[in-house]
């Protein structure tokens, strides 16, 4: 969700418009927070877990990219999609 929020207020190359836009700065928060989050989680689960669930906010990102910005999936991209939750179902089962 971070990278989404980024991107929607990343309209301009100006830095100082950039860190003023509201958008902007909470995806930079919410990246920011993803590596306390794992630290704490890798306390509590295995990282052979964690690590290929984490690869599923590739999933997601592409997802709410689609449904938030409007951008297009392409067949690869939706292909690849598919894989990836096959890939992460196979590991973690």
Excluded: H, Y
Aim: aromatic share 6%.
């Amino acid at each position: 969700m971070g990278n989404v929020l980024q991107k929607m207020g990343n309209k301009e190359l100006d830095f100082k418009k950039l860190v003023r836009n509201k958008a902007w700065l909470i995806g930079c928060i919410l990246a920011s927070l993803s590596f306390p989050v794992m630290i704490l989680a890798l306390n509590f689960m295995n990282i052979s877990v964690l690590q290929p669930g984490s690869t599923l906010n590739l999933v997601l990102t592409l997802m709410l990219g689609r449904l938030v910005l409007g951008e297009k999936l392409t067949t690869k991209e939706f292909i690849g999609i598919l894989l990836m939750i096959v890939g992460v179902l196979c590991i973690v089962a």
